[in-house]
């Protein structure tokens, strides 16, 4: 079967196709958050005093901070007592070899198009995968450790690598940044942590894969990846939820810090469940990410294929810190039925000649809310700062909205900014054109829509381009009557 | 071929055409000539199967079939092309990725296997000298950017691709230079064979010099008022298009 086909397949067949729920056992706490559920998790990982004192602070900075209100998004209350804050696979104690993993564990992933079996990979993908509150395996490690790379999941960095934790933990997106980083940095229980020795280039791609299996728990994961001096690294992550009526609430941290000469490839395909046709169900994505380009001529991208979540509320961003430093934003969101998502990048450019250059396409169906949200700072001593922003929507049907909120804040007169925005509907005209070519509707929105989206999918590594151009089309199914 | 029948089709509740009979038979070329909002393009959109427009009444019969019964994708795959009188842009669509689609797509529904990609370069190739089209188009997206005559050019190399049985050129001189129009009516001629026909819709008699009707039907009002050989659009090139409202 060519590619074309199954997309083809794939567009006729599924809805969310990754809504199944696995029978696998899990070790819960009770649900609710005060300061002894913090206690249990950090006792639970056997976390050092700092941590747990890191943990703590967040936790009380988070006591006295307030919901933000100010993204276009209708947010349900949400009960933070009402949710489990650590859920783990029973007998979960990690394994150094996968015969002791559960199968039905392996088998979910496996499901999932994510065999942890070294040799059934994709060859040049390293895989840490994460189930609900915990890392299950983290693929290539001794291949990767060769080169001194560090790839394994937070809990065993904190255990491992604590000097590096140490230093750069928070240093990026502080446990005061916002209300959602507050919480995450309370509760979080796992996540990804990646280290680059200076000169190394990354021989293969890494990734974290999330999944979240248990019902009412929340997922909280921190990724700290570190990039020294002259190294490179791309790097993917990917997520997924089951099907359920109830909304689920994700808060994730991911911070960046890339030293001179460096460079970092950030991709994202979010696909958490979006919520069934009537808005019931689906997961709350409220997600802080940021990349600090320390380093002179440091250099960051991010790639985002934006598909899944009853609500998005994420803006990848970057601080160009290093002279000649530069940032990459690429984002394709899709909202459909009653998802909404409030989304965009801030380029905050502070070293001298630093560039950033932002790329959005939003597109909404169904009776959907998108919305692009942008701040674009130049500061005082940022002289020959560069940034280009350009700003699309796409509007299928009527019912839905896309919105665009860019703020710019200009202080050296040197900086050179230019602004692109556009907003267009798929033209029925359009649709007839491939029609009267032997296309069908659906296959030509698909085209239509992947095509518009090109220039953002080609960003992505070529093993997911594919993988997101199936997606953009599952996600839009039956947006058109 | 095309047996057409009492045709009637109206947009927003206004009937444009009143009644068309026409008889188009393998191997033939008609015109079809008349004033502005007498219907010419109203009727292509609705062999072609546009939902803009509502069938009131009529038959339409393609090869034996009854095309108003089927979608849009089922009349091209039948072997019915229209050449669009203003061909749309598919921004970041490959003309390669979006031919290879409709071609396969066709296949599909005659129930062959998708073409090769060595066999897809070859036929793509050989078509793009049958229609002299640059190389530089067939690289870039779907219309994206092409000036009126290479849009038109490219319709005629999609008609080649897809080896139709009835082409419906829909005012395909309009907006041509004198060059592009020569190259546009030698693509359709070469592409010209004893088992396939084409509708011409045209306002000027000019282009009628390169693609040479067997028939030439004038459109008035919702209706053919006149059929003849083709001096017919000679003559209406004379008398001008007021002879006819003057008739009716």
């Given at each position: 079967m060519s590619d074309q086909d199954k997309i083809l397949k794939d567009v006729t067949q599924s809805?969310?196709?990754?809504?199944f729920v696995s029978n696998i056992e899990s070790e819960t706490i009770p649900k609710g958050l005060n300061e002894d559920v913090i206690r249990l998790i950090s006792q639970k990982k056997n976390e050092p005093e700092w941590m747990l004192e890191f943990r703590l602070t967040a936790y009380s900075r988070w006591l006295e901070m307030e919901m933000p209100k100010w993204a276009h998004l209708k947010i349900p209350?949400?009960?933070?007592?009402?949710?489990?804050y650590y859920a783990v696979p029973k007998?979960?104690?990690?394994?150094?070899?996968?015969?002791?993993?559960d199968p039905e564990l392996l088998d979910t992933f496996n499901k999932l198009?994510?065999?942890?079996?070294e040799q059934k990979m994709l060859t040049g993908v390293a895989v840490d995968a994460v189930m609900d509150s915990v890392s299950v395996k983290t693929t290539f490690r001794e291949t990767l450790a060769e080169k001194g790379i560090i790839f394994c999941s937070f809990s065993e960095a904190v255990q491992e690598h604590p000097d590096l934790i140490k230093q750069?933990?928070?240093?990026?997106?502080?446990?005061?940044?916002n209300y959602f980083a507050a919480l995450n940095s309370a509760v979080f229980s796992d996540g990804s942590f990646c280290y680059i020795p200076k000169g190394?280039?990354?021989p293969m791609e890494l990734s974290t894969y999330f999944r979240i299996n248990a019902a009412n728990t929340g997922q909280f994961e921190r990724t700290l990846i570190i990039a020294d001096e002259e190294s490179y690294v791309s790097y993917l992550e990917g997520c997924t939820a089951p099907q359920r009526d109830e909304n689920q609430l994700h808060a994730a941290i991911v911070e960046i810090v890339i030293m001179d000469n460096a460079e970092v490839k950030y991709s994202t395909v979010q696909n958490w469940y979006?919520?069934?046709?009537?808005?019931k169900g689906g997961i709350y994505n409220f997600v802080t990410k940021r990349g600090l380009?320390?380093?002179?001529n440091s250099k960051l991208r991010w790639s985002q294929v934006e598909t899944g979540s009853a609500i998005t509320w994420k803006y990848p961003s970057t601080?160009?810190?290093?002279?000649d430093s530069s940032s990459e934003f690429y984002s394709v969101a899709v909202t459909n039925n009653y998802q909404q998502a409030d989304t965009g990048t801030k380029m905050i450019h502070i070293g001298k000649n630093t560039k950033s250059t932002i790329i959005s396409k939003g597109i909404s169906a169904g009776k959907s809310q998108n919305s692009y949200r942008g701040l674009v700072k130049i500061s005082k001593?940022?002289?020959?700062a560069r940034n280009f922003s350009q700003c699309d929507s796409l509007l299928l049907g009527d019912k839905c909205g896309a919105h665009t909120f860019p703020y710019v804040e200009c202080e050296n007169n040197s900086a050179i900014l230019e602004h692109e925005a556009t907003t267009s509907k798929i033209g029925e005209d359009q649709i007839f054109y491939c029609n009267q070519r032997g296309i069908s509707t659906e296959d030509a929105i698909g085209m239509i829509v992947n095509g518009y989206a090109k220039e953002v999918l080609n960003t992505l590594p070529m093993e997911f381009a594919v993988e997101a151009q199936k997606l953009l089309q599952i996600s839009l199914e039956g947006s058109v009557g | 071929m095309l047996s057409i029948k009492n045709l009637k089709a109206e947009i927003d509740g206004k009937e444009i055409l009143k009644g068309i009979n026409l008889e188009v038979k393998p191997g033939e070329v008609h015109a079809i000539m008349g004033p502005n909002g007498s219907g010419k393009s109203t009727l292509s959109s609705v062999l072609a199967g546009n939902?803009?427009?509502?069938?009131t009444d009529g038959e339409v019969l393609f090869n034996g079939k009854?095309?108003?019964?089927?979608?849009a994708e089922d009349r091209s795959r039948e072997g019915l092309f229209l050449s669009f009188q203003y061909p749309v842009e598919i921004p970041g669509v490959s003309m390669v990725n979006f031919m290879k689609t409709a071609v396969n797509e066709k296949r599909k529904y005659l129930g062959q296997g998708p073409m090769s990609a060595g066999d897809f370069l070859k036929m793509l190739r050989d078509k793009k000298k049958v229609v002299e089209i640059d190389d530089r188009l067939t690289s870039r997206?779907?219309?994206?950017?092409?000036?009126g005559g290479e849009k038109k050019k490219n319709e005629i190399f999609q008609m080649a691709m897809l080896e139709p049985k009835l082409s419906i050129l829909d005012e395909?001189?309009?907006?041509?230079?004198i060059d592009a129009l020569r190259i546009v009516a030698n693509g359709v001629n070469k592409l010209k064979t004893e088992n396939t026909s084409s509708i011409v819709i045209t306002h000027y008699q000019r282009l009628l010099d390169y693609i040479v009707p067997d028939v030439v039907h004038i459109l008035y009002k919702g209706r053919i008022v006149k059929t003849g050989p083709k001096e017919l659009a000679l003559e209406l090139e004379e008398k001008g298009y007021d002879w006819i409202k003057e008739i009716n």
């Open positions: 809805d969310y196709k990754y809504g209350e949400i009960n933070y007592q009402d949710i489990i007998q979960m104690a990690k394994k150094e070899s996968l015969d002791e993993v198009g994510i065999p942890l079996e750069y933990m928070g240093s990026v997106v502080s446990s005061a940044d190394v280039r990354c979006p919520g069934d046709k009537n808005g380009c320390k380093g002179v601080i160009l810190l290093g002279n001593n940022a002289s020959g | 939902d803009r427009f509502t069938v009854n095309l108003l019964e089927m979608p997206s779907v219309n994206e950017g092409f000036s395909t001189d309009s907006g041509l230079d």
